[in-house]
């Protein structure tokens, strides 16, 4: 059986290794002793105890910050004691599974060496020693598992936190970033590894949350070049965040309780209000048509108008299908203006009708007919003139005749208005 046994068995202080330490060639060569007397279990249970150990210490040479982020949102212990004075004391409080969790995250653990621990876990709960089974692990079972887990994990090296997300931490949380110092940092986001800019956001993300200066504002300048790195899904996660500040204000753990107002803020900035859920989204736009809607009845208040309309512009032209006509009457309310004409605000919220859908189009002109808000003031010539100006620049949008009939018949009734 010897020569079947694989490396990490048969000579785990071998050269092979240079990632392991005194205490994982110990535990590995006494796998090796309860392997060849026959205790597979038990030698089962040394190789997990040896992989923990080693993923234990390259998530510290990596970063344990970065770990910590990651594993956010992971259920299960995640309280790492940065005063320990051992390994074994620092992680006492960090569940397994949410180390594999992590690691695997991290990239620090390839998916295959993941799911062969998540294999060895099953084993230590369903075949271990403490555990009547009756498919016992056998010898077969701890060669595989050992091999797969010398090339996936025993073999790599550890990494290298100068040339990962984890560089970023400490400048970003040390000092205020101006000059070439943000260039150079800006530059080294953009130039992450796939993996990294998810790592990177989450960073960013919970330093957003945070709001502590430094760090904070360091961040929103950085952030927009991991927004432009970061895929729909990591995107989704910011307003995902958002929304769950809203449902539960428990959650957030900052000082002055406003991480929900600075994630806001910073989608705002990098045009990403579209990645918050349709509920929490309905609300600002709603908030904002209100704000419109004061300035339109406010007298002489164009200027009120436009300092309106450039706050709903902000957000940009995602209003959700739950909140469209709330917010789209203010709107045409406004393109139409009164009787003594228009003010700048319809400049300003031009987006709003550019971006409209086939859909959003037709319910822009069934609002000319039946909505009274868009009705209110369509008795005067002016505003009369703008109705009718909209709906014909709307008409060539529609791709059938049946829809360019109905922009035929709203424009009548504009003008029987």
Not at 221 to 248: C, I, M, T
Request: aromatic fraction near 8%; charged fraction near 25%.
């Amino acid at each position: 059986m010897t020569e079947a046994l694989p490396a990490l068995l048969a000579s785990p202080d071998d050269s092979s290794f240079p990632v392991l330490i005194d205490r994982e060639s110990e535990l590995l060569m006494q796998a090796r002793r309860l392997f060849d007397g026959g205790f597979y279990d038990h030698s089962l249970l040394d190789i997990w105890n040896a992989a923990v150990c080693n993923m234990r210490r390259r998530v510290e040479a990596y970063g344990v910050d970065i770990f910590q982020s990651t594993v956010k949102d992971e259920s299960g212990r995640k309280k790492f004691n940065q005063d320990g004075d051992t390994l074994a004391e620092r992680w006492s409080g960090v569940d397994d599974l949410v180390l594999i969790a992590g690691c695997t995250r991290l990239g620090l653990l390839n998916k295959k060496a993941g799911k062969t621990l998540e294999m060895i876990n099953w084993m230590r709960n369903h075949a271990s020693p403490s555990h009547n089974s009756d498919d016992p692990v056998q010898a077969d079972d701890v060669i595989a598992l050992a091999l797969i887990l010398q090339r996936n994990l025993f073999e790599k090296p550890l990494p290298d936190p100068g040339h990962s997300a984890s560089s970023l931490f400490e400048p970003v949380r040390r000092s205020p970033l101006t000059g070439d110092g943000l260039s150079t940092l800006q530059d080294q986001v953009r130039g992450l590894r796939s993996p990294d800019v998810r790592v990177a956001f989450g960073f960013m993300l919970d330093l957003i949350c945070a709001g502590v200066d430094p760090a904070y504002s360091n961040t929103v300048q950085l952030f927009p070049a991991v927004w432009e790195r970061a895929n729909d899904d990591l995107k989704r996660l910011a307003g995902l965040r958002y929304h769950s500040f809203g449902v539960d204000p428990d959650s957030d753990e900052s000082s002055d309780k406003k991480a929900r107002d600075r994630i806001l803020y910073i989608l705002t900035q990098v045009g990403g209000i579209q990645f918050i859920p349709d509920g929490a989204r309905a609300a600002i736009y709603r908030r904002a048509a209100k704000l419109l809607a004061a300035a339109k009845d406010t007298s002489y208040g164009w200027k009120a108008e436009e300092e309106a309309a450039k706050s709903l512009a902000q957000f940009g032209p995602y209003v959700p299908a739950i909140a469209f006509v709330e917010v789209y009457q203010e709107i045409l309310a406004v393109w139409c203006g009164n009787y003594w004409g228009v003010s700048d605000a319809q400049v300003i919220l031009k987006p709003f009708i550019d971006q409209l859908t086939v859909d959003q189009i037709r319910n822009v002109v069934q609002m000319f007919i039946e909505n009274e808000r868009v009705r209110s003031e369509l008795s005067q010539s002016k505003p009369c003139r703008q109705a009718v100006t909209l709906l014909e620049a709307l008409r060539p949008r529609l791709p059938l005749d049946a829809h360019k009939a109905e922009v035929d018949a709203a424009i009548r009734s504009v003008e029987e208005a």
